[in-house]
């Protein structure tokens, strides 16, 4: 079937307009590129159950992993997550990783995004999946979980878990757990130090 030249002429004449409008002016100055932050940035933390968990750790083997669980409901994990951005700074050029793990519901999501636009913690962050038995998810993580938040997981280069804290613990107490993940290549989890708060 032959196309008349009119519509052909209207199709070309609307392309260029089209191509016109969202071409950028030859003076704009470039943007700066985006960093890994900014490209997960207005992104709601990725749900994942168990066996997500276990992926996410995974992919950091051969490296000292801190990570943090954390919810906008609980107190202590405000107050303590953004000295968790801030060691992962420091840290972060030594071969630290960090993630964190959002414990809360779909009803606290506009909390969530807030709560991490204002801490901007440059690392990834997930949310457990809603609608799993929590308690076989705490005790998958790490076996004394019973659900205490905030909990921290250190896991050494081997991928097993070297150290953990239950409850809020301060900088020097954070400082000890990743220098030791950061030295030990060989953690195991028969050395794995159970840390409570006011320990």
Request: proline content about 8%.
């Amino acid at each position: 079937m032959r196309i008349p030249s009119r519509l052909v002429s209207a199709a070309a004449l609307a392309f260029l307009l089209l191509a016109t409008i969202g071409a950028k002016p030859a003076h704009a100055a470039p943007g700066p590129p985006a960093s890994k932050a900014d490209k997960t940035a207005g992104s709601d933390p990725g749900m994942i159950d168990l066996g997500g968990y276990k992926a996410v750790v995974g992919k950091y083997h051969g490296r000292p992993l801190l990570v943090t669980f954390w919810a906008t409901w609980c107190e202590p994990c405000r107050v303590e997550y953004p000295m968790i951005v801030d060691l992962a700074k420091q840290y972060g050029p030594q071969g630290l990783a960090v993630v964190g793990v959002s414990l809360d519901s779909d009803e606290d999501m506009n909390l969530v995004r807030q709560f991490l636009t204002d801490n901007h913690p440059g690392f990834p962050n997930y949310r457990q999946r809603i609608g799993i038995d929590a308690d076989t998810f705490y005790q998958g993580v790490n076996p004394e979980w019973r659900g205490t938040m905030p909990q921290t997981v250190f896991y050494g280069r081997d991928g097993h878990i070297a150290r953990y804290f239950v409850g809020q613990r301060n900088r020097q107490a954070f400082e000890d757990a990743i220098r030791l993940i950061l030295a030990s290549p060989m953690a195991t989890n028969a050395s794995a130090k159970q840390v409570y708060a006011g320990n």
